[in-house]
């Protein structure tokens, strides 16, 4: 079971903190949006340090699944580069 927190790119509004918990626990963003709201209301604002906290130190999705997978084909400097020299056209 894979336990690390993430932030999203996709859903975000400010950062993707909440979008992000609400894909790891598979909720509505909405609904995890409103309850962060009456958090930060209730506590004196107390959730806008945790979201900032969070925001920094979190890392995206993307970040984690290029991790694991890999980015993908191989980049364009890592190609072998090709000889315009070598008598195949006129």
């Known amino acids: ?12 509004m400010v950062s993707g903190v909440l979008a992000g918990l609400s894909d790891k626990w598979k909720l509505d963003v909405t609904l995890v949006r409103f309850l962060f709201a009456i958090f930060t209301v209730a506590n004196f604002g107390i959730g806008v340090i945790i979201y900032i906290i969070l925001a920094s ?8 699944d290029a991790e694991m997978y890999g980015t993908g084909p191989r980049k364009r400097k890592e190609a072998q580069p090709i000889n315009d020299d070598d008598g195949w056209f006129w």
């Open 57 to 64: 130190i979190l890392p995206t999705k993307e970040e984690i």
């Open 1 to 12: 079971m894979n336990t690390k927190f993430y932030k999203m790119r996709r859903n975000r």
